[in-house]
């Protein structure tokens, strides 16, 4: 199975932004994304990109108009560009190499990665 590795989590005060990276350990084929996991144990898709070459994207409600989801397939890394962030974007997220992901907040993909955003 393919091994991620995400970085770039943090703490931000509110309207600040932060960018999570996603690497991946080989060329993924499948749709990446990104979920998260909030301080109620909920865990909610945030945004997710195809990758057959249209890189068609999705983002929640929550983060559209807010969140930017791009890759670098040279690289094999993922990015979530999250600005103008809110306290409820606070929690741990995740990213997945094979979006939907109904196991992605239980570290199937990877440990995730915290984010925390205060007032």
């Known amino acids: 199975q393919v091994q991620l590795v995400e970085s770039g989590g943090g703490s931000v005060q509110a309207g600040g932004s932060l960018r999570l990276s996603c690497t991946t350990s080989?060329?993924?084929?499948?749709?990446m994304g990104w979920y998260r996991q909030t301080p109620g144990n909920e865990c909610e898709p945030v945004s997710s990109?195809?990758?057959?070459?249209?890189?068609?994207?999705y983002y929640s409600e929550a983060v559209k108009g807010r969140f930017t989801i791009s890759m670098d397939n040279a690289k094999k890394t993922a990015f979530l560009q999250m600005n103008n962030l809110k306290p409820e974007d606070t929690g741990m997220y995740y990213c997945v190499a094979d979006f939907p992901a109904p196991r992605a907040c239980l570290g199937y993909w990877g440990q995730g990665i915290q984010v925390t955003i205060s007032a």
């Open positions: 990109i195809t990758n057959d070459g249209s890189t068609s994207t």
């Open positions: 080989e060329r993924v084929d499948d749709d």
